[in-house]
């Protein structure tokens, strides 16, 4: 008993066989409130809420330390004061429960109850924040890919409309006829470049911007680049002096994204140098790394924001009305992604800034020799080759059609899938080049339908498309299409590709 009597964090009690309590230890005073003079005689059942006693759980608890020799218990017990306790207890038989009664021990637990509800209730939240967030990324992402959708097709139809009004015979008559759609053609490009920007922040910022490497030689990639913002310069004043290395300098890159790299950084330097400026492209080999700089002589950068100039949404006081503060965050996320670095250099404001990019070479086998040959002249006439075009928006295809059609091609246009699916039944073409989201049956089907036939079944095709996430361009390629191209495209770029995709025809036969 003086055992007992010494054990003051446990409560240990002795009933006899109905369930009246015979002895008390001072841990049990200690937990439960009772003095001992006060709960001896007592039925154990005080101890137990009272919906438990409704239940029959005192009875049941001793019925089971009787039948099986021991009754483990977590639940709440109730203080002499009315409050309640979580408590760990066991009851057992003393040898024959029927002559002896039973000791009963056990333990308060409140505090860890309160902490792994605690936990629990965190996790709990925690997890339902997670999804929550989770389903507005989903949400935000779905928005963003729509919304890129639905501004790309208006976009494709005034750029391809200011290169038709550049091409006409009129256009040459008139200089404010070629002004105006050269501004036209000027403020296009920069609205789908800002589209895709927004696309690439979403998907930046959730960790969701995917490369695809392949060898490929570097030097080709910024001249392409350089290449197509040399009207806008020319337009401004601005004099570009280029010096790119004649070694190939291959790199294991995204094209596209490599592309976007130096695209970003040119139109940053045309953005902020004056008409009149210069701004220097250098393109070399360093060690083993290929060297991009790109140095203007315009309106510079303070020392103190130099440092943050790759940050999201960052942009210096001088910078209003220049963008969103997103270009050369995404050209750092982008030159990352390919193990490089970037660094900005500046001397203050008014004395320009210089962009290095350092992407890492890797060693020129036979095959990326092979690649690195000169892909020749972008531009070619279309003449003698029959397209079909399948755009359901009949502005778009109207346009596509007078574009191609300047460039000398036959074109054949349809509105619907199934209208091309049995157009390409009768008649066989050189290309088709179709929009994915068509009413009815998507672009993807059709392909495979058209395919399915003999007349076009070897026909290459190009996606047309305001889609242009990494997972439509890998649905695209699943249904057949060589090319993904998405809206508003460089005329340029369209050419090439068409010439690619028939070169390619050509070559199979």
């Known amino acids: 008993m003086a055992v007992l009597d010494s054990v003051r964090d446990y409560a240990i009690l002795t009933t006899d066989p109905s369930g009246k309590i015979e002895a008390w230890n001072p841990g049990a005073r200690k937990i439960f409130g009772y003095e001992e003079s006060e709960i001896l005689g007592k039925d154990i059942s005080i101890l137990f809420t009272p919906e438990d006693r409704v239940a029959g759980i005192p009875e049941q608890e001793l019925r089971t330390a009787r039948e099986t020799g021991r009754a483990e218990d977590d639940r709440w017990q109730l203080r002499k004061d009315g409050t309640r306790f979580f408590a760990s207890g066991i009851a057992s038989p003393l040898e024959d429960a029927k002559r002896f009664g039973y000791v009963k021990v056990l333990r308060d637990l409140t505090a860890q109850k309160f902490d792994v509800e605690r936990k629990e209730e965190l996790l709990a939240s925690e997890r339902i924040n997670r999804a929550a967030a989770e389903e507005g990324n989903r949400l935000k992402d779905e928005f963003l890919a729509m919304l890129s959708h639905e501004l790309r097709n208006p976009l494709a139809l005034m750029l391809m409309q200011a290169e038709i009004l550049l091409r006409v015979p009129e256009a040459k008559k008139s200089e404010r006829l070629k002004h105006a759609a050269k501004i036209i053609h000027e403020m296009v490009r920069a609205q789908a470049q800002l589209v895709e920007d927004m696309v690439d922040v979403s998907r930046a910022r959730t960790g969701k911007l995917a490369i695809d490497r392949k060898l490929l030689p570097l030097t080709f990639v910024i001249a392409d680049s350089i290449g197509a913002l040399r009207r806008e310069a020319q337009d401004k004043k601005i004099a570009l002096d280029v010096q790119i290395d004649d070694a ?139 397209l079909l075009v399948v755009d359901d928006t009949s502005a778009n295809a109207d346009a ?59 026909t290459p095709a190009i996606a047309y498309t305001g889609f242009g996430s990494r997972g439509d361009l890998e649905r695209a390629r699943d249904a057949g299409f060589e090319f993904h191209l998405t809206k508003p495209v460089d005329v340029d770029r369209l050419m090439e590709v068409i010439r690619s995709a028939t070169s390619r025809d050509e070559a199979a036969d």
Do not use: C
């Open 248 to 386: 190939p300098l291959i790199v294991e890159a995204d094209p596209v994204r490599v592309r976007q790299i130096a695209w970003n950084l040119l139109a940053n330097s045309l953005k902020f140098t004056p008409s009149g400026g210069t701004i220097r492209v250098r393109l070399g080999r360093e060690g083993p790394n290929a060297r991009l700089d790109i140095e203007d002589t315009g309106q510079g950068i303070a020392p103190d924001v130099v440092p943050h100039v790759f940050e999201w949404f960052r942009r210096s006081p001088g910078q209003q009305g220049h963008g969103m503060g997103i270009g050369l965050a995404l050209v750092r996320q982008l030159v990352e992604l390919h193990d490089g670095r970037v660094e900005a250099f500046s001397e203050g404001e008014g004395k320009g800034a210089r962009f290095t990019v350092w992407l890492p070479l890797q060693i020129a086998d036979e095959a990326a020799e092979r690649q690195s040959a000169s892909p020749g002249t972008l531009r070619m006439a279309l003449g003698g080759l029959h």
């Open 400 to 458: 596509l059609n007078d574009l191609l059609a300047l460039e000398g091609a036959t074109v054949t246009v349809e509105a619907s899938a199934a209208d091309a699916i049995r157009r390409a039944e009768r008649e066989p073409f050189d290309l088709i080049i179709s929009d994915i989201a068509l009413p009815e049956m998507d672009g993807y089907a059709m392909l495979k339908a058209i395919r399915a036939g003999k007349t076009n079944a070897r």
